[in-house]
Each structure stands twice: as structure tokens, then as C-alpha cells.
């Protein structure tokens, strides 16, 4: 129903409420067991127990599990319990990340009002707000948390903070009226209150028309709950990749099988080579590689203000390729500051923003002092007198007790330093009348210490011109005739194209006995002083931040519960609105199908008074379209968006608790700058993994070439499956965790977003893997041929010597793993700890060569120097061979065509 089309008593009549009775006992009891109680329904969410085996259903967990099953039928036991050690760590890793990050319905469920005050049989008694049912009658004052929908049936001076639901940092003025008819948004409905809401000026009363889930605040529950978590490219690439390993492995294991029966092998013989082959296939250490290097990552953000809740949507930001960002706290400092003053003719503009009471008043460009320009200084004067807001400073910080846009003026007024004139001059408020909405209007009278009386009017500009009969023009008091009023319009019209919200302030003198007994007399011809213009400003580091962001390839998208023209304003001063850039209302959206949507998302940069369901309409529009949508956003009515973009960004400081729940990001300084650099973290946390997979699978590459070259030649196996997982998770795991904090590039922000589909193998990492795993595998087959054939009877030597040369050619092709280029494009000496870790696995490998009570399990044995001249000469083949192919024949490819081009 459109509640705000009736007048209250139809509303009363629909509904079959009693205005001045109120509902019976017997009644409420009725209507309860037909709706239920107020409160927010929870899914049902699944036991401990089933989320934690939800962690095992992943494809390259079923890899691993295979992979355990292989080594228990090797008889190597030794590996199977690694292998399901490594398991249950991620499973672990997963369940404690997953139970902390659905709380968003209890966080939402705690912003409804603990008590309501109810009109029953006739008298009003306190209840629980989840005992309010359909037409009970309602009284909310100043400081109240309402407790579900009303329909406002009376209001004095009422004012309810909504930005949790509508994104507006203003409070919204209520008032009884009905209005006109038509979809309006949820920011427009003036005579409703909504639950979870706060009311900050006033009091009312109202009719219940929706509790619990019928509530705006359960519509949004029910949207929480239903938005789909979308799976971050980095899970989709592993299950890939776990599908061509498994693939892999299961197409070596067959070739092998048949290529030794056809030569005349044991059948059974055949079939444990080829097993062995398989685990040599599969990175047992992945999975955890990848989940420490999420993990380091993780505290890396933390430095750069942006916390992460769930760790695979630390890899998700770097392809962002769309920022949908709220404008109130994120973008803007959520702080009204005036930033014009008009009187007589004269325009002068404020710098400075926020509550920080420091800024300069100019004219034409040019410097002025208010203490010389007295029609300037009586402005703002008279906008600090007739005002109940305070500014006070904390812990070097100042902040605003009152209204916001009553602050603004406060804070004009002490850039000039008149704040603390008017308490040496003591000025007394003798009488006050408040802000009502039917005046749009607030008046004081004031006696200042010479005994002279006079009233300071301020309000709606349309509203002080009509009360006014006189204007101050070039500091006299002149007659307010139709030209001047025309001028004072023009002001308003242009202050209002610049999105400003203006205040207009009028004074009038009195006699110095005369008092007032009612706002008529005060509020009657008055003396036109000026207009103050104000806006929540953007914040000053946010303009370069989307500059960069663009020139990553990253659009900004603005999305915001303000008015159209307010928004675009702000979004051209932050160059979020290009030229022909295409603006719409939630009404235009509403309009739209998903697919029409879709089709002009891609023109569009600034969404204005939109709704929760247009948000997750939005994201799901551009995901549609293939975007990775990154959605910022700080209250319950950003949540369901925030939940189904793929990476949802809450604010830390200014966030409701439901944001922070849904969200897979939060910024502590809640500043857009902080997602701009959590996307440059999140490239370069993207492009270390893809350094590490290269690192892990060309080293299990070499080793299955080497396995595979030797059952082809008919030779022993060169490494016992215990080499094997050692290499998997001692030698490549410390490496490869040095990998994944390796400093980024220079130009990682000046590249654009990888595509979300791009496969594993992209940007020929497969030919990388493939061709210096060959290499790895050849050098390591020479070398242990070379010791075999020398002495045919000592199988362990050549084995060793064949373990120590693949682990060697490893740890110095990691050092090519760095860059895309060569091992000589980037200093080794950048990244210290993978310069450590290489010495801690060359250690670790003489441990296991050189002390005896290791050598039987490894299969190892003593060697001397003249074999370790043979193992560093040939493990160092695979990177210096490539390194030098790169170095010499590209630039020589290069330099031939530069001629034709």
C-alpha cells in the first residue's frame, strides 16, 4: 500500500485502528497471531558441522583427497598425513572465516527499538517493540529509535535521521500531509517513519502499517538474505586449475601403464610408476601456499586503512573494474560547509572544510576580511545568533552537537572569528521561536548589552522573501521592491545549480521594551540580510584518487539517496562525470528492465535518490555485463548490495553494524583513497600468486619429465615419491610464500583490469611452465644418468644427485619467477625474504644429504664437491639458457622489424 497517498484517517479506517482509543488487548492479541511479532526473521543457517564439511567440496581439495589415495596405495604413509594435514588446515581456515561472516541479520535486528510507547484502551503504557502490532497508535520523540512503519498522524518540529536507509546525510523534516500520488522512493515519503530509524529534533505520533519483514528494515533482510555471495575469480581459477591437474595427472598415469605394457613390463610394476608420476603432478603445498599468501596479504591492507573480512576477496579487487561508491561519508566528508554568502549584491565564497573552523573569505578572487566588509560580517553574524548548534574541540578534533546545517553556519561564523565576539559582547536570547515546518522558519529575539532589542529570522529563502519588506544593499537598509526581489531569486537559482542548499537570514529591529508574543509578530517585516550557500564537500584527496582509479582502467560509479542535482555536482567537481555521461533518478531506474539496464549501464555515472532494491539492481546489471563490481557503502540500506557485488566495501568509522557484517572489506578511515590503494595492494597480491603457480607447477612439470624420460628409456625411478613431497612442501613452499610478498611493480596501477575470466594460463604462462619445467626435468634426468652410468650399483648416489640438481635448478628459477621478462629484469636483492628462504631450503636440503639418521628415510647419501661442481652447473641450464634467449634474440627480433613499421 501507498500509505503516503491517504490522509491518517483513512489510513485509521484501512487499517481499522482507533485514533484516540487505540487498539484493545483482545485485539492486539488477534492481529499478532495473524502477523507474528515485530522483530526481524533469521534463515534458517546450517550447523557447525555442515558448514565445516562445506570446506571439503572443493574441486582441488577432491585433487587432494585423490592425491592421498594414491600415496596410501604407494604404501607412503608418510605422505598421505601431510597431504591431509595441509587439508584439514584450510578446512579450518574456511569454517572460522565463513561463521563470522553471516551476523548481518543480528546486527540489523539490534537497530530496531528495544521499547515503544503504545496508546491501548485508551492510555499510552511502554512495551517491547516487538510486542507492536498493525494499527497500534504510536508516540516518538526526540532521541527515539523507531520501532516499526508508521504513518505520522501529528508532528512538532519533527525531525528523523534516516541516512541508514536513504544514504542522505541531512535529517529529513516529517510532516502529516498527504502526498501526491506515484511511486515515490523511500527518501521522498515524508510522512512515514521507518523502523530503525532515529529521531534526532521533535515529536510525533503515528499509526503502525508495517512490523517485522513487512517492514522497509525486513525488506532489506529479506534482500540480505536472498543476495547470492559470488564465487572471486581467484576460486573460480583454482578449480581450474585443479581440473587440468587431475586431468593431467590421470593422462600420465594411463600413458605410462601403456607404454610399459607395450614394452613388455609387469603390469603392476607399470601401474605404481604411473602412480608415482601423478603425485609428482599434483602441488600438494598449493592450496596453503595460497591461502598464507592471502593471509600476508591481509595484513598489508590492514596498513593501508582497508581491513579484510574474508580472505579470498583479497585477490578479487585487483580486476575491479567498476567502484560503485556512496556519496555521503565516502566520497564527501558527511560535514555541511558553507561555501557561498550572498547580501546586497556582493557574492563571496569560504575556504575550508568540515569543522575544522579555519578557512578565508574571498571576493572576486580576491582576500577579504570580514571585519572590513560589514554586510558580510552581519551575516554571518546573524547566522551564528540565531542557531542551537555548538562546536566543540576533543582530542584536537572538532566536532558538531546539533544539527548539521545549523553547524555549518556555527563554523562560517568562527572562520571570521565571531563566535567568540558575540560571548564578549554577551548577546542574550530572550525568547525563541523554534524551526516548524508549516513556517519552514526559526526566530530569535536578542538583547545585546546596550539594552537593544532586535529578532534574527532564518529559513527557506522563498519563505523570508515574502515576510520581508526591506533588504540591506550596499550596507543600507533599502525597500525590498520587485527588482531587488528578482536579483535575490537569480542568487537562488544559481546557488541552487551549484547543488548548494541555501538558508536565507533576515533581522528586524525592535523597541527596546517590545516583547513578542507569537512568531506572526516576529516573523513580519523583516530586513532581507543575505543567503548562505552549503554542501557536504568532497573530500580533497578523493579527486586524484578516482584520476588513478581511471587511469587503472577502474570506473567510478556514484550512488547515492541525494537529490539529482546535488549529486551531479559533486560528481563533476571529483571528475566522476564525464562529458556526455548520463545521469539518472531512481524513478528512470525503476523504470528499467535488468536487460535495459544492462544495455546503458555502461553510459551511466551517477545513480541519484535511489532505493536498496535499485542498488542490488545495479550491481547485478553490471555483473551481467561482466564487470567485477566493487560497491562501497555504509548503511542497512547498502547491505544487500554490498553482500552481492564481488567485493562489498563497508565504511569503519561511519558503518551500521549490518554494513560491516555484509561486507567482505572495511575501511578504517572510511576514505575512497583507502580502495584505491586496496586495489593496487590487490593487483599485486594477484600477480605474486600467479608468480608462485608458475614457480610450483614448473617444478612439478620437471619433475614429472623427469619421471616420465626415464620409464621411457627404461630406466630406474631418478626420485622416490618421499623426494617428491619433500620438494613439494619444503623446497618450493618456502620460495614460494617469498614470492607472495614480493614488492609490486611500478606500473601495476597503470595497467588495466585483467578480465575476471582470465584462465590460469593467460599471457603464455602455460608455455613458461612447460618450457622450463623441460628444462628442469632434462637437467635432472642428465644428471642422474650421468651418475648412474658411472656407477650402475649405487642406485641411491644417482638419486641424490638427481634430488640436489632438481631442487637446485628450482631455487634458481624462482628468481625468474619475479618477472615477466628474465631473471635479470628485477634486483634479487628487493625482495630479502625469498633471498633467505632460498637459503633456508639450500640448508634444508644439506640437512637431509648430510645427516645420517635422515638419510635412510629420504633415500639421500653423502656427496662430495666434484658432484656439486655437475649438480650447480646443470641446474643453473634451465634459467640462464631462457634468460639469455630473452635478453639476445628478442631485442634482435625487435631491431630487424623496427625498419618496416
Known amino acids: 500500500m501507498r500509505w503516503y497517498e491517504y490522509t491518517a484517517e483513512e489510513v485509521a479506517d484501512k487499517i481499522r485502528a482507533n485514533l484516540t482509543e487505540g487498539l484493545t488487548e483482545d485485539e492486539v492479541q ?168 532515529l529521531v534526532t529534533q521533535g515529536k ?14 525486513g525488506k532489506i533482510a529479506h534482500l540480505i538474505q536472498s543476495a547470492e555471495t559470488m564465487a572471486t575469480p581467484l576460486q573460480r581459477r583454482l578449480e581450474q586449475l585443479g581440473k587440468v591437474l587431475i586431468a593431467a595427472a590421470l593422462a600420465l598415469t594411463a600413458l605410462v601403464v601403456i607404454l610399459g605394457i607395450i614394452q613388455g613390463r609387469n603390469v603392476y610394476d607399470m601401474f605404481l610408476a604411473g602412480v608415482s608420476l601423478a603425485v609428482a603432478a599434483i602441488p600438494e603445498g598449493l592450496p596453503a601456499i595460497v591461502t598464507i599468501a592471502l593471509a600476508l596479504g591481509m595484513q598489508k591492507m590492514i596498513k593501508r586503512k582497508a581491513i579484510v573480512r574474508k580472505l579470498p576477496s583479497v585477490e578479487t579487487l585487483g580486476c575491479a573494474t567498476v567502484i560503485c561508491s556512496d556519496k555521503t561519508g565516502t566520497l564527501t566528508q558527511n560535514k555541511m560547509t558553507v561555501t557561498h554568502l550572498w547580501s546586497g549584491g556582493k557574492t563571496w565564497t569560504v575556504t575550508g572544510t568540515g569543522y575544522d573552523p579555519y578557512g578565508d573569505f574571498f571576493e572576486n578572487r580576491k582576500k577579504v576580511s570580514p571585519d572590513d566588509v560589514k554586510p558580510l560580517k552581519q551575516l554571518l553574524t546573524f547566522g551564528v545568533l540565531c542557531n542551537n548548534a555548538v562546536v566543540k574541540k576533543d582530542n584536537k578534533r572538532f566536532h558538531l552537537d546539533g544539527d548539521p546545517t545549523e553547524g555549518a553556519l556555527v563554523v562560517a561564523g568562527m572562520k571570521a572569528g565571531i563566535l567568540s565576539e558575540i560571548r564578549e559582547t554577551n548577546f542574550d536570547i530572550i525568547q525563541e521561536f523554534p524551526f516548524d515546518s508549516s513556517r519552514k522558519m526559526m526566530s530569535v529575539l536578542i538583547e545585546n548589552k546596550k539594552g537593544e532589542r532586535f529578532v534574527v529570522t532564518k529559513g527557506a529563502p522563498d519563505v523570508l522573501l515574502k515576510h520581508s519588506t526591506a533588504i540591506l544593499w550596499n550596507g543600507r537598509q533599502q525597500r525590498l521592491d520587485q527588482d531587488r526581489e528578482n ?18 537570514i533576515a533581522y528586524k529591529p525592535l523597541q527596546n521594551t517590545e516583547n513578542l508574543l507569537h512568531s506572526v509578530q516576529a516573523e513580519s517585516k523583516l530586513v532581507f540580510v543575505g543567503l ?89 546489471a553490471l555483473q551481467k555485463k561482466g564487470h567485477v563490481v566493487a560497491m562501497t557503502g555504509d548503511g542497512v540500506n547498502d547491505a544487500p548490495a554490498i553482500k552481492a557485488a564481488n567485493i562489498g566495501v563497508a565504511m569503519g568509522i561511519t558503518g551500521t553494524d549490518v554494513a560491516k557484517e555484509a561486507s567482505s572489506l572495511v575501511l578504517s578511515d572510511d576514505n575512497f583513497t583507502s580502495i584505491r590503494a586496496a586495489i593496487e595492494e590487490g ?74 575470466n582470465e584462465g590460469v594460463f593467460a599471457r603464455k604462462l602455460g608455455w613458461k611452465i612447460i618450457s622450463r619445467g623441460l628444462l628442469i626435468g632434462l637437467c635432472t634426468l642428465a644428471a642422474f644418468m650421468v651418475t648412474y652410468y658411472q656407477n650402475p650399483d649405487d642406485l641411491v648416489k644417482a638419486q641424490t644427485i638427481a634430488f640436489a640438481t632438481l631442487v637446485m635448478a628450482q631455487l634458481i628459477h624462482v628468481f625468474d619467477c619475479r618477472s615477466e621478462h628474465s631473471v635479470f629484469h628485477r634486483n634479487p636483492f628487493q625482495n630479502m625474504l625469498l633471498v633467505l628462504a632460498v637459503l633456508s631450503s639450500v640448508l ?7 645427516y645420517p639418521p635422515l638419510q635412510p628415510i629420504f633415500h639421500t647419501t653423502v656427496i662430495n664437491v666434484r658432484e656439486w661442481l655437475l649438480i650447480l652447473g646443470l641446474s643453473s641450464i634451465p634459467t640462464f639458457l631462457l634468460a639469455g634467449y630473452s635478453l639476445f634474440y628478442q631485442p634482435m627480433k625487435v631491431k630487424k622489424t623496427t625498419p618496416s613499421i
Open 30 to 197: 488477534k492481529r499478532r497471531q495473524k502477523t507474528g511479532f515485530n522483530e526481524i526473521e533469521e534463515a534458517e543457517r546450517p550447523s557447525g558441522w555442515i558448514i565445516f564439511l562445506s570446506q571439503f567440496k572443493d574441486f582441488m581439495v577432491v585433487v587432494l583427497l585423490a592425491a592421498t589415495l594414491i600415496s596410501g596405495l604407494l604404501g607412503e604413509y608418510l605422505d598421505a598425513i601431510a597431504i591431509i594435514l595441509i587439508i584439514l588446515m584450510n578446512g579450518f581456515l574456511g569454517f572460522l572465516q565463513e561463521r563470522k561472516a553471516e551476523k548481518s541479520l543480528q546486527a540489523l535486528k539490534e537497530l530496531s527499538a528495544p521499547k515503544m510507547r503504545v496508546l491501548r484502551n485508551g492510555n499510552w503504557k511502554q512495551i517491547q517493540a516487538k510486542e507492536a502490532v498493525i494499527g497500534d497508535i504510536v508516540r516518538i520523540e526526540s532521541g527515539d529509535r523507531i520501532g516499526a512503519d508508521l504513518r505520522l498522524i501529528s508532528e512538532d518540529s519533527l525531525y528523523i535521521e534516516e541516512s541508514a536507509l536513504t544514504g542522505e546525510s541531512v535529517p529529513v523534516n516529517k510532516r502529516v500531509e498527504p502526498l501526491a500520488s506515484g511511486e515515490l522512493g523511500i527518501g521522498d515519503q515524508e510522512n512515514i517513519a521507518f523502523m530503525g530509524t
Open 204 to 217: 510525533g505520533k503515528g499509526i503502525v502499517i508495517g512490523t517485522g519483514m513487512k517492514t522497509e528494515m
Open 487 to 504: 536579483k535575490v531569486k537569480q542568487e537562488i537559482n544559481k546557488l541552487g545549480a551549484k547543488a548548494l542548499r541555501t538558508i536565507a
Open 532 to 620: 548562505q550557500g552549503m554542501i557536504d564537500p568532497p573530500r580533497p584527496e578523493v579527486k586524484q584518487a578516482v584520476q588513478e582509479c581511471r587511469a587503472a582502467g577502474v570506473k567510478t560509479i556514484m550512488i547515492t539517496g541525494d537529490h539529482a542535482v546535488t549529486a551531479t555536482a559533486i560528481a563533476k567537481d571529483l571528475g566522476i562525470l564525464p562529458h556526455g555521461g548520463r545521469v539518472i533518478d531512481g524513478q528512470e531506474l525503476g523504470r528499467l528492465s535488468i536487460e535495459d539496464l544492462e544495455e546503458a549501464v555502461d553510459d551511466i555515472y551517477v545513480f541519484a535518490r535511489v532505493s536498496p532494491e535499485h542498488k542490488l539492481k545495479i550491481v547485478r
Open 683 to 756: 593487483r599485486n597480491i594477484y600477480e605474486n600468486i600467479r608468480k608462485f603457480i608458475r614457480y610450483l607447477l614448473a617444478s612439478n612439470v620437471g619433475e614429472i619429465f623427469v619421471m616420465l624420460f626415464a620409464i621411457l628409456l627404461s630406466l630406474p625411478l631418478p626420485l622416490v615419491p618421499i623426494q617428491i613431497l619433500w620438494v613439494n612442501l619444503v623446497t618450493d613452499g618456502l620460495p614460494a610464500m617469498a614470492l607472495g610478498v614480493d614488492p609490486a611493480e611500478s606500473d601495476v596501477m597503470k595497467r588495466e583490469p585483467r578480465s575476471p
Open 844 to 850: 634444508m636440503l644439506l640437512v637431509v644429504i648430510y
